[in-house]
Each structure stands twice: as structure tokens, then as C-alpha cells.
């Protein structure tokens, strides 16, 4: 290889003009569309049990 060739550059990787954000921000959104709810947090409201006194 003659020195006034030098070694070339790799060029960004895309897969069909697809950006690496665009993957990025279609990834999260199927995440968040195919993770079920989270079930709703107990109530708390029921009536606090009273403290006894110490013997």
C-alpha cells in the first residue's frame, strides 16, 4: 500500500436510513405501549388501630 493512500474512515452504521435516535425513540415506544398498567396501590384509608398503654 503506497503511504500517500491512508486508511479510510468507517462510515456511520444505518440500516435502511434509519437514524440511530429514530430507532432509539421507536424502541421506547414499544416498550411503553407493550408494558401492561401497574396495579393500582392499596387504599389506605381504613381506620388506624389505636396504641395500648405499656403494663
Same mark, same amino acid.
Do not use: N
Given at each position: 500500500?503506497? /503511504? $500517500? +493512500?491512508?486508511? %479510510?474512515? !468507517?462510515? !456511520?452504521? $444505518?440500516?435502511?436510513?434509519?437514524?440511530?435516535?429514530?430507532?432509539?425513540?421507536?424502541?421506547?415506544? #414499544? /416498550?411503553?405501549?407493550? $408494558? !401492561?398498567? %401497574? /396495579? !393500582? +396501590? *392499596?387504599?389506605?384509608?381504613? *381506620? #388506624?388501630?389505636?396504641? %395500648?398503654? /405499656?403494663?
Amino acid at each position: 500500500m503506497p /503511504a $500517500t +493512500e491512508s486508511k %479510510r474512515q !468507517p462510515l !456511520p452504521f $444505518t440500516v435502511a436510513g434509519v437514524s440511530m435516535s429514530e430507532l432509539l425513540a421507536a424502541c421506547e415506544a #414499544a /416498550a411503553l405501549i407493550s $408494558t !401492561p398498567p %401497574r /396495579a !393500582p +396501590e *392499596p387504599e389506605l384509608s381504613g *381506620p #388506624a388501630e389505636e396504641h %395500648r398503654e /405499656a403494663a
